[in-house]
């Protein structure tokens, strides 16, 4: 039986190829399994979360950086009104050969900035549930600490960014008032991300902007590029 996190990944990379933005070309089955990512959460001592799972072992590909329309005063704002532009980020990509090795090389770098006393100078206890999934200038990460999410409450979302340049995250706002890592809220949780960045789900609102402002209608093959 097909879970519904699988039904849902393999519909998000059929609508990235209907958008226009990808191609069956670029994608392969992926050859992740289970018991690697068993493995791969025993290294780190962490728990992914089950559409992230389905995620990896859906597809490799070799691209990275995507861009979508997303609310320009960020995703509290998501009412039709509100005004949308392309946003720009470097998702992670999952070679053919082995798929995993961009995740594991991103924790490895991740931990060792946060707990080099030079830099973020933190413990690995308060960093260990952050899994890096892309760069948005600087690590963007799911937030395993978060478990109830609320869409109108981004104090509780799961996808957050921290500031390649900032090494001060209590100064940067990075941690809270008591104590807590959260770095800078950006959505809700990986399924946001998917429905924004693969299914295109301000497209039609970003293009009803565009006419009504006489600009050209947007080119989506080029909204995946190769780093």
């Not at 690697?36 to 089950?50: G, N, Q, S, T």
């Not at 072992?57 to 950086?65: G, P, R």
């Not at 090494?167 to 991300?193: C, M, N, Q």
Request: a negative charge; charged letters at 30%; aromatic letters at 12%.
């Amino acid at each position: 039986m097909v879970r519904t996190e699988e039904k849902f990944v393999k519909k998000a990379f059929e609508t990235l190829i209907s958008r226009g933005a990808a191609s069956e070309s670029m994608l392969a089955p992926s050859t992740v399994t289970d018991g690697e990512l068993d493995a791969f959460e025993k290294c780190f001592d962490i728990r992914l979360p089950a559409l992230f799972r389905a995620y990896l072992k859906a597809y490799c590909y070799d691209f990275s950086v995507m861009c979508a329309p997303v609310p320009l005063d960020g995703m509290e704002h998501t009412e039709p009104e509100s005004e949308k532009g392309l946003c720009w980020m470097e998702f992670l990509s999952l070679p053919q050969e082995e798929p995993l090795k961009n995740l594991y090389a991103g924790m490895e770098s991740f931990r060792k900035i946060c707990t080099n006393k030079n830099l973020v100078n933190l413990k690995l206890e308060r960093v260990k549930n952050f899994v890096p999934i892309g760069e948005w200038d600087g690590p963007l990460c799911i937030d395993l600490n978060q478990t109830d999410i609320q869409e109108d409450d981004p104090a509780t979302w799961q996808i957050c960014r921290f500031d390649e340049t900032v090494f001060d995250w209590e100064h940067a706002g990075y941690i809270d008032d008591s104590g807590r890592v959260v770095g800078e809220r950006k959505f809700p949780d990986f399924k946001t991300l998917l429905e924004i960045y693969f299914c295109g789900k301000y497209d039609r609102v970003y293009e009803q902007q565009l006419r009504a402002s006489g600009e050209e209608m947007p080119d989506y093959s080029f909204y995946i590029q190769k780093r």
